[in-house]
């Protein structure tokens, strides 16, 4: 079994930054899953890709609205995987969830196998 833990998450002004991190845990964490994203879900609306990476971190994807902000990576043992997040905005306000795929580095989150519970973002302006 996977387990993903993440954290980091707060209330930020916007323009500022913060730093999420998602700890994966598991007897078969690093045999099984090719690939990790970060999707997020605001109030009243549909769960949405940002970011995603593979497991060498050689490929990564961004969804249009976080390119050139937040930047996706992973450490060297691959277990954690960190979303840093720069230029907040308001709009960015939501639950952000840490996943892992079986499959592969994808943008669509019924691709992705493990979830997380969530780790809150709340940017104010």
């Known amino acids: 079994q996977v387990q993903l833990v993440e954290s980091g998450g707060g209330l930020v002004q916007a323009g500022g930054s913060l730093r999420l991190s998602c700890a994966a845990s598991?007897?078969?964490?690093?045999?099984?899953?090719?690939?990790m994203g970060w999707f997020r879900q605001a109030p009243g609306k549909e769960r949405e890709f940002v970011a995603a990476?593979?497991?060498?971190?050689?490929?990564?994807y961004y969804a249009d609205s976080v390119k050139g902000r937040f930047t996706i990576s992973r450490d060297n043992a691959g277990n954690t995987v960190y979303l840093q997040m720069n230029s907040l905005k308001p709009e960015d306000t939501a639950l952000y969830y840490c996943a892992a795929s079986r499959l592969r580095v994808s943008r669509t989150w019924q691709e992705y196998d493990y979830w997380g519970q969530g780790t809150q973002v709340t940017v104010s302006s």
């Open positions: 598991g007897r078969t964490f690093s045999t099984v899953t090719v690939a």
């Open positions: 990476i593979s497991r060498g971190g050689t490929i990564t």
